[in-house]
C-alpha cells in the first residue's frame, strides 16, 4: 500500500504509515466500514469522525465501544477482495510517538485497558504553535500539497515537544498544543517546555530553507505561546471519546500569547516567567490586553539560552548567609586543603531536594578561590534532567566545560577545538583520540578510518576520555564538580565510574552532587566509591535544618521581621526544615502581598522592614515547589499512587487502620506503604496506641492533595470523617478539630458546625484561644439560612466570648450585637437575651481603661442601650428565683455601678454583690460563687474597708483552691486578690508569693491580660522592699509582654 502523503510503500495490512504515521485507510473506529477520505460522520452508524490527519492516536481503541451493527447490504457485483483493516493503530505504530516517554505510553496503555483516564488537577505549562500566515498559504498551494508541508511541519513540532518529555494534546489543523507536567510531571517542566519551543524554531528555520529552496513556500514560520498554570486533565468529554485533555484559564493565556508573538519568536506570560528566567534570556513586552483580564498581562520573549545556567536558588533582591551547614563545609574546606598536597578525593555531597547541595558547593568555591597558593582549577558541570536519555550527555558537558565549546559552535568551530584538545595527548593517540571525540559529537570524522560504534566505541572512548583527564590534569590541581548527578545517563556515570580511578593517580578531586535516589544511575558511583575508594571518599550528607536553624534563615531572609506568631510557626512548620522550601514560601508572600517591606529611619540610619499585611497564617503551596513534590509522585505506579493521593486527603498525619477503610479498592495497602516509606515520602511516627503513618514533609502532602479533583476529594473526606466515626467512637471529644475539617471538606454542614463547635470548646478548655477562634469562625461560615437560630446564636455568642477573653472587645461587642439582632428576628429564649445584654455591661467594665476615649465612648453608648434593656425587661428586687445567669447578672451590675457610673453609686453595687453572694450560696455553685465574692472584695476596695476586703479576697482564694474548682481564670484574680490586700496593709513580703503564683498561672493559660496586672502588683511591692535588681527584672517581663501583644490585649496594670 503506498502512502498518498510521503509515498513510502507500506504492507498490504498496514492501518497507518510506517515512515510518516498519516493514516492509510479510512474506516469508522466503531464498526469498521470503509469510508470515502473526505467524510466527516460514518454514513453506516452516524459516528463523527476524527477529521485531521495525524490526530486519531489521541482516541484510544478500547474508549470507543464497539457497536455490533448488521453489514451493509451486499452489492449485486462482487467488488475485489477487502483488504483486511485493523482496528484504530496503538501508539507504537504511529511516526509521531515514537519519541513519547515510556511513563507516559504506560500511563495511556494503563487509561486505555481501563476504558478511564481519572482526571487531576496540574500544574501544567501549555504550549501553543501556529503556522504565521496559514490561510493565505494554503490558498496558493493543492490541498494535497499543503497537507504534506504541515505534516512535515507537525513532524518537526512533535520530535521537539518528545524530546523534552512534552505531551501532544491536539494537533489542530496546523497548528499544535502541547502540555508539559501531563500526565507525566517533571520539576522543571516550565524549562522543558521553553527548551523545546526554541527548539522548534531551530527546526522550521531549516524546513524554511529546504521549502524556499524547493520553490514551495516563500517564507514559512510560525509562532509559539507559553504559560504556566493550573489545569483540569484527564478524560474529558464523553464515555465514548477519551482524550487527554486539559481545561482552564492557564490555557487560554497561553492561546493569547501565540496570538499576539511575532512570527519566529517564543512569547511567555509572566508564571512562566519567572520560573525560567534564570536559563534563558528575554525581552520585557510589557503588558498584553487579554480578555477577560481586568489588568494587561505581562508578556516576554524568548531571545534564547543563557550560555550558563545556575540552579543557584535564592531570592532576587534578598541575600542569606548559609545556615546550620558549617560542619559540611569545613569538611569540604579540609578536601580542598589536602588537594593543596596533591591529594585525589572523591565526595559525594547527598540530601534530597532542596537541602541547599548547590549552595554548598558553591560556598566551597568561595573556599577555594580563598586559599592562598592553591594554583588550582575548578570545573563545574550541571546535570540537566530532561538530558538523563542523552547518551555520554555529562561527558559532552564536561568536555564542553574545560575546552570552552560553545553550544551554538559551528561544526567547523568545533572540529578546531576538538583538534586543540587532543594536542595535550600523545602523538600516536591523538588521530584515534580526535575521531573518537569527533563522533561523540556527532561530527564525521575526516580521517578516513571507519566509524566505530558498540563496545569498540564505548571501550576507546573512555580510555580517550582518561588519557585526556590524566594529561590536562596531572600537572595543575583540579576540582570537578558534577551538580544534580542524580539526572545523569547510564553511559556517562558507567564512564566515570572507571574515571573517579584517577584520583589514586593526580591531584584530582570529584565533587558530586547528588539526591538520595537509589534507583537512579548515578547511586552507583556513591556505591562504588564508598566500597572501592574508601580511603579517598569523603561523604557528606546533608539533613534538614533545625526549627532553631529555619527560624534563623527566615531571619536573615527578612533581616528584620514583623511576622506573626502564628504566620511564623506556619512557614517553619510546613517547611520542615528545608531551606529551598523556606525560600520559596517567602518568595511566595512577597509576591502575592501577605509580606511587604518599607523603609524606616532609626537613629539615622534607613533600615528595610518586613511586615504582615494581615495575620492570616496560611498560604499555598508555592507552583515549582507543586511541580518538584508532584514529579516524585508521577513516579509511582498508578495503585501505589492513588494510597498516596488518600492519605494525603486524611492528613499530613494518618492512622492505618483509617487509610485501609478509606482505601478499599487497595489489596496491596502494605506494598505501597513499604514503597512509600522507601522513597522517602512518609514515614512511620507512632505504633502505640495506633499504627500512625506520616508524611516526610508537610507540604509534599499538600502538593499529592492538590492533584485531586474537587469531586473526588469530597467524597475521600466524606468516607476518612465516617472512618474515623466508626473507628473511634469513643474518642470523638478529641478528634473533633479532625472531623469537623474533613465533613466541611465533604460538603455535610451540619455535622461539620457541631464537630467544629465541640473542637473549639476543647480548645477553650485547654487555653488555646487561637484554635477555638479559627473553629468558631469556620462553623460560622458554613450557616445556611435553614441552620437553627439557637445554633447561630450559640455559634456567635461562643466567639464573642473567646474575643473577649483575649480582650478583643470590638469584634466581642460587635458579636454579640449580631448575635442580638438574630435574637430579636427568631423566636429565641429570652434568657439568651439578657445573657447577651449582661455580657455588653460587662465589656464596658472590663474596657474602660483599655481602649482610648473615644473607642470608650462607642462601647459606652452601646452599654447604656443594654443596660437600659436589662432595667426595662428585668426585675432584681430580691424575691427571683436563684439561678446562674441571675447571679452573673447581679455581678455584672454591681461592677457596672461603680465603674461606669459618675460618681460611682456604691451602695448600689454593695447591694447587688450581697445578694449575688447570698444567691450564690444557695445554688452551691463554686465558680458563681467566687465571682461573686469577686464583686463584694471589690466594692470594700472601693470603700476602703481593707480589713474586710482582705477577708472576703481570703475566703474567695480558699474557695478556688477547693478541689472540685476548675475555673483557672477565677483562680488567677483571687490569687491577685489576696495579694492586693495583703499589699494594703504593707505586707509586701507576704503579698509577693500569691503575686507570684498568678502570674505563673496566667502564663500557662495566656491570660496575657492578668499576667501583667500581675507582674505589675508585683514590680510596686519589690519597689516598696527597695529589692531594685528584681524591679528591673519584673518591669522587663512586662515590657517584653507589651511589645508582643496590643495594648488592649495586655490591658491595664
Same mark, same amino acid.
Given at each position: 500500500?503506498?502512502?498518498?502523503?510521503?509515498?513510502t510503500?507500506n504492507?498490504?495490512q498496514a492501518?497507518?504509515?510506517?515512515?510518516?504515521?498519516?493514516?492509510l485507510?479510512?474506516?469508522?473506529?466503531?464498526c469498521?466500514?470503509?469510508?470515502?477520505?473526505?467524510?466527516?460522520?460514518?454514513?453506516?452508524?452516524?459516528l463523527?469522525?476524527?477529521?485531521?490527519?495525524?490526530?486519531?492516536?489521541q482516541?484510544?481503541?478500547?474508549?470507543?465501544?464497539?457497536?455490533?451493527?448488521?453489514?451493509?447490504?451486499?452489492p449485486?457485483?462482487?467488488?475485489?477482495?477487502?483488504?483486511?483493516?485493523?482496528?484504530?493503530?496503538?501508539l507504537?505504530?504511529?511516526?509521531?510517538?515514537?519519541?513519547?516517554?515510556?511513563?507516559?505510553?504506560?500511563?495511556?496503555?494503563?487509561?486505555?485497558?481501563?476504558?478511564?483516564?481519572v482526571?487531576?488537577?496540574?500544574?501544567?505549562?501549555?504550549?501553543?504553535s501556529?503556522?504565521?500566515g496559514?490561510t493565505?498559504l494554503?490558498?496558493k498551494?493543492?490541498?494535497e500539497?499543503?497537507?504534506?508541508?504541515v505534516?512535515?511541519?507537525?513532524?518537526?513540532?512533535?520530535?521537539a515537544?518528545?524530546r523534552?518529555?512534552?505531551?501532544?494534546?491536539?494537533?489542530?489543523?496546523?497548528?499544535?498544543l502541547?502540555?508539559?507536567?501531563?500526565p507525566?510531571?517533571?520539576e522543571?517542566?516550565?524549562?522543558?517546555?521553553?527548551?523545546?519551543?526554541?527548539?522548534?524554531?531551530k527546526?522550521?528555520?531549516?524546513?524554511?530553507?529546504?521549502?524556499?529552496?524547493?520553490?514551495?513556500?516563500?517564507?514559512f514560520?510560525?509562532?509559539?505561546?507559553?504559560n504556566?498554570?493550573?489545569v483540569?486533565?484527564?478524560?474529558?468529554?464523553?464515555?465514548?471519546?477519551?482524550?487527554?485533555?486539559?481545561?482552564g484559564?492557564?490555557?487560554?493565556?497561553?492561546?493569547?500569547?501565540?496570538?499576539?508573538?511575532?512570527?519566529?519568536?517564543?512569547?511567555?506570560?509572566?508564571?512562566?516567567?519567572?520560573?525560567?528566567?534564570?536559563?534563558?534570556?528575554f525581552?520585557?513586552?510589557?503588558g498584553?490586553?487579554?480578555?477577560?483580564?481586568?489588568?494587561?498581562?505581562?508578556?516576554?520573549?524568548?531571545?534564547?539560552?543563557?550560555?550558563s545556567?545556575?540552579?543557584m536558588?535564592?531570592?532576587?533582591?534578598?541575600?542569606?548567609?548559609m545556615?546550620?551547614?558549617?560542619?559540611?563545609?569545613?569538611?569540604?574546606r579540609?578536601v580542598?586543603t589536602d588537594?593543596?598536597?596533591?591529594?585525589?578525593?572523591?565526595?559525594?555531597?547527598?540530601?534530597?531536594?532542596?537541602?541547599?547541595?548547590t549552595r554548598l558547593?558553591?560556598?566551597?568555591?568561595?573556599?577555594?578561590?580563598?586559599?592562598?597558593?592553591?594554583?588550582?582549577?575548578?570545573h563545574?558541570t550541571?546535570?540537566?534532567?530532561?538530558?538523563?536519555?542523552?547518551?555520554?550527555?555529562?561527558?559532552?558537558?564536561?568536555?564542553?566545560?574545560?575546552?570552552?565549546?560553545?553550544?551554538?559552535?559551528?561544526?567547523?568551530?568545533?572540529r578546531?577545538?576538538?583538534g586543540?584538545?587532543?594536542?595535550c595527548?600523545?602523538?600516536?593517540?591523538?588521530?584515534?583520540?580526535?575521531?573518537?571525540?569527533?563522533?561523540?559529537f556527532?561530527?564525521?570524522?575526516?580521517?578516513?578510518?571507519?566509524?566505530?560504534?558498540?563496545?569498540m566505541?564505548?571501550?576507546?572512548?573512555?580510555?580517550?576520555?582518561?588519557?585526556w583527564?590524566?594529561a590536562?590534569?596531572?600537572?595543575?590541581p583540579?576540582?570537578?564538580?558534577?551538580?544534580?548527578?542524580?539526572?545523569?545517563?547510564?553511559a556517562?556515570?558507567e564512564?566515570?565510574?572507571q574515571?573517579?580511578?584517577?584520583?589514586e593517580?593526580?591531584?584530582?578531586?570529584?565533587?558530586?552532587?547528588?539526591r538520595?535516589?537509589?534507583?537512579?544511575?548515578a547511586?552507583?558511583?556513591?556505591?562504588?566509591?564508598?566500597?572501592?575508594?574508601q580511603?579517598?571518599?569523603?561523604?557528606?550528607?546533608l539533613?534538614?535544618?533545625?526549627?532553631?536553624?529555619?527560624?534563623?534563615?527566615?531571619?536573615?531572609?527578612?533581616?528584620?521581621?514583623?511576622?506573626?506568631?502564628?504566620?511564623r510557626?506556619?512557614?517553619l512548620?510546613k517547611?520542615?526544615?528545608?531551606p529551598?522550601f523556606?525560600?520559596?514560601?517567602?518568595?511566595?508572600?512577597i509576591d502575592s502581598g501577605?509580606?511587604?517591606s518599607?523603609d524606616r529611619?532609626?537613629?539615622?540610619?534607613?533600615?528595610?522592614?518586613?511586615?504582615?499585611t494581615?495575620?492570616?497564617?496560611?498560604?499555598?503551596?508555592?507552583?515549582?515547589?507543586?511541580?518538584?513534590?508532584a514529579?516524585?509522585?508521577?513516579?509511582?505506579e498508578?495503585s501505589?499512587r492513588?494510597?498516596?493521593?488518600?492519605?494525603?486527603?486524611?492528613?499530613?498525619?494518618?492512622?492505618?487502620?483509617?487509610l485501609q477503610?478509606?482505601?478499599?479498592a487497595?489489596?496491596?495497602?502494605?506494598?505501597?506503604?513499604?514503597?512509600?516509606?522507601?522513597?522517602?515520602?512518609?514515614r512511620?511516627?507512632?505504633?502505640?496506641?495506633?499504627?500512625?503513618?506520616?508524611?516526610r514533609?508537610?507540604?509534599?502532602?499538600?502538593?499529592?492533595?492538590?492533584?485531586?479533583l474537587?469531586?473526588?476529594?469530597?467524597?475521600?473526606?466524606?468516607?476518612?470523617?465516617?472512618?474515623m466515626?466508626?473507628?473511634?467512637?469513643?474518642?470523638l471529644e478529641?478528634?473533633?478539630g479532625?472531623?469537623a475539617?474533613?465533613?466541611?471538606?465533604?460538603g455535610?454542614?451540619d455535622?461539620?458546625i457541631?464537630y467544629?463547635?465541640?473542637?473549639?470548646?476543647?480548645?477553650?478548655?485547654?487555653?488555646?484561644?487561637?484554635?477555638?477562634i479559627?473553629?468558631?469562625?469556620?462553623a460560622?461560615?458554613?450557616?445556611?439560612?435553614?441552620?437553627a437560630?439557637?445554633?447561630?446564636?450559640g455559634l456567635l455568642?461562643?466567639?464573642g466570648?473567646?474575643?473577649?477573653?483575649?480582650? @478583643?472587645?470590638?469584634?466581642a *461587642?460587635?458579636?454579640?450585637?449580631? !448575635? =442580638? %439582632?438574630?435574637?430579636? $428576628? #427568631?423566636? &429565641?429564649?429570652?434568657?439568651?437575651?439578657?445573657?447577651?445584654?449582661?455580657k455588653?455591661?460587662?465589656i464596658?467594665?472590663?474596657?474602660?481603661?483599655?481602649?482610648?476615649?473615644?473607642?470608650?465612648?462607642?462601647?459606652?453608648?452601646?452599654?447604656?442601650?443594654?443596660?437600659?434593656w436589662?432595667?426595662?425587661?428585668?426585675?432584681?428586687?430580691?424575691n427571683e428565683p436563684?439561678?446562674t445567669?441571675?447571679?452573673?447578672?447581679?455581678?455584672?451590675?454591681?461592677m457596672?455601678?461603680?465603674?461606669n457610673?459618675?460618681?460611682?453609686?456604691?451602695?448600689?453595687a454593695h447591694?447587688?454583690?450581697?445578694?449575688a453572694?447570698?444567691?450564690?450560696?444557695?445554688? @452551691?455553685?463554686g465558680?458563681? *460563687?467566687s465571682?461573686?465574692?469577686g !464583686? =463584694? %472584695?471589690?466594692?470594700? $476596695? #472601693?470603700? &476602703?474597708?481593707l480589713?474586710?476586703?482582705?477577708?472576703?479576697?481570703?475566703r474567695?482564694?480558699e474557695l478556688?483552691?477547693?478541689?472540685?474548682f476548675?475555673?483557672?481564670?477565677?483562680?488567677?484574680?483571687?490569687?491577685?486578690?489576696?495579694?492586693?490586700?495583703?499589699?494594703?496593709?504593707?505586707e509586701?513580703?507576704?503579698?509577693?508569693?500569691?503575686?507570684?503564683e498568678?502570674?505563673?498561672?496566667?502564663?500557662?493559660?495566656q491570660?496575657?491580660?492578668?499576667?501583667v496586672?500581675?507582674?505589675?502588683?508585683?514590680?510596686?511591692?519589690?519597689?516598696?522592699?527597695d529589692?531594685?535588681?528584681?524591679?528591673?527584672?519584673?518591669e522587663?517581663?512586662?515590657?517584653d509582654?507589651?511589645?508582643?501583644?496590643?495594648?488592649?490585649?495586655v490591658?491595664?496594670?
Open positions: 500500500m503506498i502512502c498518498s502523503n510521503c509515498n510503500t504492507r498490504e492501518n497507518v504509515c510506517k515512515q510518516c504515521g498519516a493514516v485507510a479510512h474506516t469508522c473506529p466503531r469498521n466500514v470503509a469510508l470515502p477520505d473526505a467524510a466527516i460522520f460514518c454514513d453506516h452508524c452516524g463523527r469522525l476524527v477529521d485531521s490527519v495525524g490526530a486519531y492516536w482516541t484510544a481503541p478500547s474508549a470507543l465501544p464497539r457497536v455490533e451493527i448488521a453489514p451493509p447490504p451486499k449485486s457485483v462482487e467488488p475485489r477482495a477487502p483488504i483486511a483493516i485493523a482496528p484504530i493503530p496503538v507504537a505504530e504511529s511516526k509521531l510517538q515514537q519519541y513519547i516517554p515510556e511513563e507516559l505510553r504506560a500511563k495511556l496503555d494503563a487509561a486505555r485497558a481501563s476504558g478511564d483516564m482526571g487531576e488537577r496540574k500544574q501544567v505549562t501549555v504550549l501553543f501556529d503556522i504565521v496559514s493565505a494554503a490558498e498551494l493543492d490541498p500539497e499543503w497537507g504534506e508541508i505534516s512535515g511541519a507537525h513532524r518537526r513540532v512533535s520530535e515537544i518528545y523534552y518529555e512534552g505531551t501532544i494534546a491536539q494537533l489542530l489543523g496546523d497548528g499544535v502541547a502540555f508539559f507536567g501531563a507525566i510531571t517533571h522543571d517542566d516550565p524549562v522543558r517546555a521553553v527548551n523545546a519551543a526554541l527548539d522548534i524554531l527546526q522550521i528555520g531549516e524546513y524554511r530553507n529546504e521549502l524556499r529552496a524547493k520553490n514551495r513556500v516563500p517564507d514560520q510560525m509562532r509559539i505561546g507559553l504556566t498554570g493550573l483540569v486533565v484527564g478524560n474529558i468529554g464523553s464515555d465514548m471519546h477519551m482524550e487527554y485533555l486539559a481545561l484559564d492557564a490555557i487560554n493565556l497561553a492561546a493569547r500569547m501565540e496570538h499576539t508573538a511575532a512570527p519566529g519568536t517564543v512569547q511567555i506570560a509572566h508564571d512562566t516567567h519567572k520560573q525560567v528566567k534564570s536559563f534563558f534570556e525581552e520585557n513586552l510589557g498584553i490586553e487579554v480578555k477577560g483580564k481586568t489588568e494587561p498581562v505581562p508578556a516576554y520573549r524568548v531571545l534564547g539560552r543563557k550560555e545556567a545556575s540552579r536558588r535564592g531570592i532576587e533582591g534578598l541575600h542569606a548567609e545556615v546550620g551547614r558549617d560542619a559540611e563545609l569545613i569538611t569540604l579540609g580542598i588537594l593543596k598536597q596533591g591529594v585525589g578525593r572523591i565526595v559525594c555531597v547527598l540530601g534530597e531536594a532542596g537541602l541547599g547541595k558547593l558553591h560556598e566551597t568555591f568561595l573556599v577555594f578561590k580563598s586559599l592562598e597558593g592553591l594554583n588550582a582549577q575548578w563545574e550541571l546535570t540537566l534532567s530532561y538530558e538523563s536519555n542523552q547518551a555520554y550527555g555529562l561527558i559532552q558537558r564536561l568536555i564542553r566545560r574545560v575546552n570552552g565549546i560553545g553550544a551554538e559552535d559551528a561544526p567547523e568551530a568545533m578546531a577545538k576538538l586543540a584538545l587532543v594536542e595527548l600523545a602523538e600516536d593517540r591523538r588521530a584515534r583520540a580526535l575521531q573518537l571525540f569527533e563522533s561523540l556527532g561530527l564525521e570524522s575526516q580521517n578516513g578510518n571507519a566509524p566505530l560504534d558498540g563496545e566505541f564505548k571501550r576507546e572512548l573512555c580510555e580517550a576520555v582518561r588519557d583527564m590524566r590536562r590534569f596531572a600537572n595543575q583540579t576540582v570537578l564538580v558534577f551538580d544534580d548527578l542524580h539526572w545523569c545517563d547510564a556517562s556515570v564512564m566515570l565510574r574515571l573517579v580511578a584517577l584520583t593517580e593526580i591531584p584530582l578531586v570529584v565533587l558530586c552532587a547528588l538520595t535516589e537509589r534507583q537512579a544511575p547511586w552507583q558511583i556513591k556505591i562504588i566509591a564508598d566500597e572501592e575508594y580511603h579517598r571518599y569523603t561523604e557528606v550528607a539533613r534538614p535544618l533545625s526549627e532553631a536553624e529555619s527560624n534563623e534563615l527566615l531571619n536573615r531572609l527578612l533581616a528584620v521581621a514583623e511576622l506573626p506568631d502564628r504566620l510557626a506556619n512557614i512548620e517547611s520542615g526544615g528545608n529551598f523556606i525560600e520559596e514560601v517567602v518568595r511566595t508572600l501577605a509580606v511587604v518599607e529611619v532609626v537613629n539615622g540610619t534607613t533600615r528595610r522592614y518586613w511586615r504582615a494581615n495575620a492570616g497564617a496560611d498560604f499555598e503551596i508555592p507552583d515549582n515547589l507543586q511541580s518538584l513534590l514529579a516524585r509522585m508521577d513516579r509511582l498508578e501505589t492513588a494510597t498516596l493521593q488518600i492519605a494525603s486527603v486524611i492528613g499530613r498525619s494518618f492512622y492505618r487502620r483509617v477503610l478509606v482505601d478499599e487497595s489489596q496491596d495497602l502494605d506494598k505501597h506503604i513499604g514503597t512509600l516509606i522507601r522513597l522517602d515520602m512518609i512511620e511516627s507512632a505504633r502505640v496506641p495506633e499504627l500512625e503513618y506520616a508524611f514533609n508537610p507540604l509534599t502532602q499538600e502538593a499529592v492533595y492538590k492533584t485531586i474537587l469531586k473526588r476529594r469530597r467524597a475521600f473526606h466524606r468516607r476518612v470523617g465516617q472512618a466515626e466508626m473507628l473511634f467512637p469513643n474518642r478529641g478528634l473533633a479532625l472531623l475539617y474533613h465533613f466541611a471538606q465533604a455535610e454542614r455535622k461539620a457541631t467544629a463547635r465541640h473542637a473549639a470548646q476543647q480548645a477553650v478548655a485547654v487555653y488555646a484561644y487561637d484554635d477555638a479559627q473553629n468558631l469562625r469556620k460560622l461560615a458554613l450557616i445556611a439560612p435553614e441552620t437560630i439557637e445554633l447561630q446564636l455568642e461562643d466567639l466570648d473567646v474575643y473577649r477573653l483575649v480582650r @478583643d472587645f470590638a469584634q *461587642l460587635a458579636l454579640y450585637q449580631q !448575635a =442580638l %439582632a438574630r435574637a430579636r $428576628d #427568631g423566636a &429565641s429564649d429570652k434568657i439568651i437575651a439578657v445573657r447577651l445584654h449582661r455588653i455591661v460587662q464596658a467594665t472590663d474596657a474602660k481603661w483599655s481602649v482610648d476615649a473615644t473607642a470608650y465612648q462607642q462601647v459606652s453608648e452601646i452599654r447604656n442601650e443594654s443596660r437600659a436589662l432595667e426595662e425587661n428585668i426585675v432584681t428586687n430580691g436563684p439561678h445567669e441571675t447571679v452573673q447578672l447581679l455581678v455584672a451590675l454591681s457596672d455601678a461603680w465603674r457610673q459618675t460618681p460611682p453609686d456604691w451602695d448600689s447591694r447587688l454583690a450581697q445578694r453572694v447570698q444567691m450564690a450560696e444557695q445554688l @452551691d455553685d465558680v458563681a *460563687l465571682k461573686a465574692l !464583686a =463584694l %472584695a471589690n466594692v470594700f $476596695d #472601693g470603700r &476602703s474597708l480589713r474586710e476586703h482582705l477577708q472576703v479576697a481570703t474567695r482564694l478556688c483552691r477547693a478541689g472540685n476548675d475555673d483557672a481564670r477565677e483562680s488567677i484574680d483571687a490569687l491577685r486578690g489576696v495579694g492586693v490586700a495583703l499589699m494594703y496593709f504593707g509586701y513580703d507576704q503579698a509577693l508569693p500569691y503575686l507570684t498568678a502570674e505563673t498561672l496566667a502564663a500557662r493559660i491570660a496575657t491580660d492578668q499576667q496586672n500581675a507582674i505589675g502588683i508585683q514590680s510596686h511591692c519589690l519597689f516598696r522592699l529589692r531594685w535588681d528584681e524591679v528591673l527584672t519584673t522587663a517581663r512586662w515590657r509582654l507589651e511589645r508582643r501583644y496590643t495594648r488592649e490585649r490591658g491595664e496594670t
